[in-house]
């Protein structure tokens, strides 16, 4: 999401996830797709029940910036390269790839395959998928994630034509990409949702495609069969998928359940096949339980769960006053009481995995220090009392156990009043994307693991930056860095900006995140690649 986690491929021990939810306008409450749903698994056929936890507000893959809203593209579409179960990428769509001396030119050579319709899948349906995700009329929230493509943000902005964006199709197997500087990382971009094609034909004659299973069309494993919205997403197995063979689930069903004690219950009358995390959750309550049980299974993730304020609102336009808010929140306590097996304290927005300063910018619970940012904060806007605070969070049993701990802990620390208020994932973003928020619960799920991938976060105003921050000097740090061809020179850059952040303090980062989750012995194979993202297409659930 995101990311975006999304947003990806060191096998480093701490994974990712972009996080927060959407959801699909339709105007009827379920949708049927005929020739998935006319043609049926098989008698004995492999099936998966999980929980993806609410509605996502886009299967698009060119609009997901979530993990819900992500779940439904990794298992319907097909990029370039894909991640194997062995943690390493493979090729995909793409046959083969070269890339040039100089690191700046990508050349992928497409093998045959097919969309679910039966269309051929062109290298005209990447290059058209890429520049609709950059063009400033689609305002896809991870335009960013495709900066690196020369040309690529220029055009964005609306300074070049979207015709000079450097990627291009050649003919219907060879797509040429150009970078506007060297990217390591970028092959692991190219795995990611974002960069996924869409089937350009079907696109342009309908722009609701992705509303409807009948309009639906992907590339992958799956296809998408029904979206009974608010309840569930049923996805069938893709006969037209170049690698079917290795596809060994027919059908699966995710869920939106938002009620971790019901996910659980489900899990144990058998009809969740895996329960928790990382699309799902398990109540807070039954941890100790599940863990001693040994049933529990946990994995670090690159991802960090933060509040953003909203510094264009009083009086958290005061960078003090933010810092204080920041400092009085006792992150251990919420750990060993709230998260147990579920979280690490956060003193950086930068997980372990690419962190410049593991032991932190602050110390935790810092109420002395708090006091004092806060006094001076208020004297600097010539406050005698704070006005009332409100956090905003999406419903969630452990949001709302999060949520009311800080209430709890600001109240002691300063005296305020602070409301709380819950709201539908879909609902409560959107708040937040129009700045109608104080502080709002939010996360970010690395899309690969380069501390560039949230410090981008904050490089400019909108999009994922929900918080109004904007600074031309940090900004400048980024794009030196994305210059700085010296890796050496460019980690320094970073940190520099790392530094920068957690002083300015647009985001309170509270923890990293750690995925804990039961299954069927059955189940095997589900991917879960170490930035946190999950894919189904190697799973198999052969019950006996």
Excluded at 235 to 250: A, C, G, I
């Amino acid at each position: 999401m995101n990311k975006s986690k999304f947003g990806m491929l060191s096998m480093s021990i701490v994974l990712t996830l972009s996080l927060l939810f959407a959801g699909c306008s339709s105007n009827s409450d379920s949708t049927s797709g005929g020739s998935a749903a006319d043609s049926g698994p098989a008698a004995g056929a492999q099936k998966l029940s999980v929980n993806m936890g609410s509605e996502p507000s886009t299967i698009d893959p060119g609009l997901a910036e979530d993990i819900p809203s992500m779940v439904v593209p990794r298992a319907a579409f097909d990029g370039l390269l894909r991640l194997g179960p062995d943690g390493k990428l493979h090729e995909a769509v793409a046959e083969k790839y070269e890339v040039s001396d100089d690191k700046l030119t990508y050349t992928f050579h497409l093998r045959d395959s097919k969309w679910s319709n039966g269309d051929p899948v062109t290298a005209q349906d990447f290059e058209y998928a890429w520049k609709r995700v950059l063009d400033p009329k689609t305002a896809s929230s991870y335009a960013y994630q495709l900066y690196y493509l020369k040309n690529g943000e220029a055009a964005t902005k609306g300074s070049v034509s979207l015709d000079e964006v450097g990627v291009k199709a050649t003919d219907d197997k060879t797509l040429v990409v150009t970078l506007e500087h060297p990217t390591p990382f970028f092959p692991e971009l190219v795995a990611s949702v974002t960069y996924f094609p869409v089937n350009k034909k079907v696109a342009e004659s309908n722009e609701k495609w992705a509303d409807d299973p009948f309009t639906y069309v992907g590339n992958g494993p799956f296809k998408l069969d029904k979206w009974e919205h608010k309840s569930k997403i049923h996805l069938v197995k893709n006969e037209q998928y170049w690698d079917k063979d290795n596809v060994k689930l027919s059908e699966m069903t995710l869920f939106m359940i938002d009620d971790a004690n019901t996910e659980l219950n489900m899990f144990d009358s058998g009809d969740l096949d895996w329960a928790g995390s990382p699309l799902g959750n398990l109540p807070l309550d039954a941890m100790p339980a599940l863990k001693e049980s040994g049933g529990l299974q946990s994995q670090a993730t690159a991802g960090t769960y933060w509040y953003l304020f909203n510094t264009e609102q009083a009086p958290f336009h005061n960078k003090k006053i933010r810092q204080a808010f920041s400092y009085a929140i006792n992150r251990q306590e919420i750990v060993d009481n709230i998260l147990q097996s579920k979280g690490e304290v956060a003193l950086g927005i930068l997980p372990p995995s690419m962190s410049y300063k593991p032991d932190g910018y602050f110390k935790d619970g810092d109420i002395e220090t708090a006091k004092k940012l806060l006094a001076e904060g208020m004297q600097e806007l010539k406050l005698q009392k704070l006005p009332e605070i409100t956090i905003l969070y999406n419903t969630d049993e452990t949001h709302q156990r999060i949520a009311q701990a800080i209430q709890d802990q600001w109240r002691k620390a300063f005296g305020v009043e602070v409301k709380l208020k819950n709201e539908e994932n879909k609902v409560a973003r959107e708040d937040m994307k129009q700045g109608n928020f104080q502080i709002g619960r939010a996360s970010w799920i690395a899309d690969f693991n380069d501390p560039i991938n949230f410090l981008d976060v904050f490089r400019d105003k909108g999009g994922n930056n929900k918080t109004g921050w904007f600074s031309p000097e940090y900004k400048d740090l980024l794009t030196k860095a994305t210059e700085e061809k010296d890796s050496g020179k460019r980690a320094e850059l970073l940190k520099q900006a790392d530094a920068m952040i957690m002083d300015e303090m647009p985001a309170i980062p509270i923890y990293y995140y750690t995925y804990a989750w039961v299954k069927k012995d059955s189940v095997k194979d589900v991917v879960i690649d170490p930035l946190g993202f999950v894919d189904f297409k190697y799973a198999s659930n052969e019950v006996k």
